[in-house]
């Protein structure tokens, strides 16, 4: 168990910087999940803490040491891997104990920590087997299994629900968050998938091209993400944002229609950000958006209309109720709830 | 067994069978008959029709060439000359192996000042094989006076740019994560190899071990160069030695035995890591 420091870190690769300073405190115990879509640089940030990566510059400590210069195994740390990388030659138990072998533990721990992770993941049945005659579901436990025995001080997993059919990724979701109560061992968790990031952390790194945009609650990054990449990123089906001109109270939507929104600051233009789950039907579309729909997708409890907003091609998202009676090429008006808006700077992103 | 996609009924099945059947005669019939003429004696074999049964004389032909009673070399034993030969084999074979497994190791796995130019100087020696480099090679092996012995007849052979080059394409085809898991588990570069790269290297060990063997096995020019005593021959040379250009001062029938007895262990290491090899590819697959 452990803090983990992260201090400037930033990482370059053949002059070019891909991580552009990242700094955090991550409480001993807490659950960090890195989110941010392909290519942003989580893996390489993950990698990086795990020691697999080298350090351009910046500081990594973990549970009060800087690590920077310490090889893999002499971080107390665990990995899991996105395909697992299990030995395909030892079998699942010899695939579990290895590292604790190398670290010359005794036979009795050695054993008793491989019964007692089994047993969690309910790998007993399979010890003896292969890796190649197990499921992907049970090769994603092992893979776990491997980690659990070691007792680091800190878990990193890479996206390691990846490769599983959605059923399981729900049950090994519950699993891994199951483990973390049980284990209360500090974790960094890289994942692309915005349901895990927010429903397995503590707190998230919202990444976006090498830089933090958010670090947070998944709640705080929900409510108040603090720049559009985020706004964006964050919630499903996404926020609608739209360029807007605000003057005199009210924002000027595309195709020229004046909403009075009351307690927008300053002036001029502005990115407007509401969630669809926001946004309600308003009777007419007298002072409301006018939103002509191009599709209705049911999902039972809710639907969601997609549709432009009138005369415009700008488009836009309504969370409907599940029985609503909408249909393709109805017009609704729709007015945000109030205290519902985010608003971002055009030329930073940042949130006004 | 499963059924092959080309299963075939009937006519079609008999032809097959046909060519193959023809195929396997027209490749033993004539080992079969170097075994047939090594159990007659050279009077039986040097005068039509050729028998094709085995006769009479084969435990005499068999004992007088194992106990040296063949004069054309020198009067060493088979056994002898059988060790040399294995001894040669194996030691190219196993040379051969630990240097381009090491070689492949050390390019595939780390990064080192003019690894790119190590890996093409490599490469590079595929065009020389021992041919062309014979005369340095001698001359270096003499001034090691190691003529005559056992490390000159092995160490010129045992560096191998095929080997290398066989295991550096295996070895890229290891995941990066393997690597990396080995390294969170803790695992240096020593345990990495024996660990994980070693078993899983095994088939392709076992493979060319074979090649190399053959190999090995059947080298002439070299140790026909750097042997001058008959102790120190190999089998395949003191054969060429028994056969002299006038049919009645050769022993065809002691040349037979000889024969059959430089067929046998390449037939026996074939057989006995192909099993092993089969087993390997099907316990570990990745
Ligand atoms: N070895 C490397 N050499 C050069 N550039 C690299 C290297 N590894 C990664 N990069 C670059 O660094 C950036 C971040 O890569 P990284 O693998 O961390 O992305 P990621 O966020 O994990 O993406 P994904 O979700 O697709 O796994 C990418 O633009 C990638 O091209
Ligand atoms: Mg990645």
């Known amino acids: 168990m452990a803090r983990i420091l992260l201090n400037d870190l930033r990482k370059t690769y053949d002059g070019q910087e891909v991580i552009h300073g990242i700094t955090m405190d991550i409480a001993d115990g807490e659950f960090v999940v890195i989110v941010g879509p392909s290519g942003c640089g989580k893996s390489t940030l993950l990698r990086m803490v795990a020691g697999l990566e080298g350090i351009s510059s910046g500081t990594i400590e973990i549970g009060g040491k800087v690590v920077n210069a310490l090889e893999p195994r002499d971080r107390n740390i665990a990995m899991v891997f996105q395909n697992y990388a299990l030995y395909p030659h030892m ?54 299994g491997r980690a659990l025995v070691r007792d680091p001080a800190a878990f990193l997993l890479d996206e390691p629900l990846s490769n599983l059919d959605a059923k399981l990724r729900l049950q090994m979701r519950l699993q891994i968050k199951e483990m973390h109560l049980r284990t209360g061992q500090t974790t960094l968790y890289v994942t692309h998938d915005q349901v895990e990031a927010m429903t397995l952390a503590d707190r998230l790194i919202v990444m976006n091209a090498g830089i933090a945009d958010q670090i947070g609650t998944p709640l705080e990054v929900y409510e108040r993400p603090a720049t559009e990449f985020v706004a ?82 700008v488009p836009m998202t309504v969370r409907l109720p599940g029985n609503s009676a909408a249909k393709r090429g109805d017009r609704l008006g729709v007015l945000p709830e109030d205290g519902r808006l985010h608003l971002f700077s055009v030329a930073t992103g940042k949130r006004v | 067994m499963a059924e092959s996609p080309f299963a075939s009924r009937g006519a079609s099945r008999i032809w097959a069978h046909f060519w193959m059947v023809l195929g396997v005669i027209l490749v033993v019939f004539p080992v ?39 004069g054309q070399i020198g009067g060493v034993s088979l056994w002898r000359l059988l060790g040399n030969t294995t001894l040669i084999a194996v030691g190219i074979a196993v040379g051969k192996i630990v240097i381009s497994m090491a070689s492949a190791y050390a390019i595939v796995f780390f990064r080192f000042p003019l690894r790119m130019v190590c890996f093409w ?78 078993p899983l290297s095994l088939t392709n060990v ?68 192909q099993r092993w090899f089969v087993k390997g590819l099907v316990e570990t697959e990745k």
């Open chain 2, 32 to 70: 079969y008959y170097v075994f047939i003429a090594s159990t007659h004696s050279t009077q039986t074999i040097l005068r039509p029709p050729l028998p094709l049964l085995p006769g009479p004389e084969g435990l005499a032909n068999y004992g007088d060439a194992l106990s040296g009673g063949i």
């Open chain 1, 91 to 144: 079998s699942v138990r010899e695939n579990m104990i290895y590292g604790l072998k190398i670290a010359k533990m005794p036979r009795a721990e050695i054993e008793e920590r491989l019964m007692r992770a089994a047993k969690m993941l309910e790998l007993e049945p399979y010890l003896d087997r292969k890796p190649r005659a197990l499921s992907g579901g049970q090769r994603q436990r092992v893979a776990m």
């Open chain 2, 121 to 198: 100087l490599i490469f590079i020696t595929l065009m020389l094989p021992v041919e062309v480099r014979i005369q340095p090679t001698y001359k270096v092996m003499v001034d090691l006076g190691l003529i005559d012995t056992y490390p000159g007849l092995i160490l010129p052979l045992i560096a191998s740019a095929t080997a290398t080059l066989l295991f550096r394409q295996f070895f890229m085809t290891i995941p990066d994560e393997l690597l990396e898991a080995a390294r969170v588990d803790g695992a240096g570069p020593w345990r990495f190899f024996r660990d994980i790269l070693w």
């Open chain 1, 232 to 313: 964006g990123f964050i919630g499903s089906p996404a926020m609608n944002i739209l360029t807007v001109t605000v003057s005199e109270g009210a924002a000027i939507l595309p195709g020229n229609r004046r909403l009075p929104l009351p307690g927008l600051p300053g002036a001029g233009e502005f990115r407007l950000g509401m969630r669809p789950e926001d946004l309600r039907v308003a009777e007419s579309t007298e002072g409301a958006i006018p939103v002509e729909l191009r599709s209705v997708e049911r999902l039972g409890a809710d639907a969601f209309g997609y549709g432009l907003i009138e005369g415009t091609d």
């Open chain 2, 206 to 273: 076992a493979a060319i071990f074979v090649i190399q063997f053959i190999y090995g096995w059947t080298q002439y020019l070299w140790p026909l160069l750097v042997t001058n005593s008959n102790e120190m021959n190999t089998i395949v040379i003191a054969l060429k030695k028994m056969i002299s250009f006038a049919d009645a001062e050769t022993p065809w029938n002691l040349v037979m035995v000889t024969s059959v007895l430089a067929i046998l262990p390449p037939i026996l290491v074939v057989v006995l890591m």
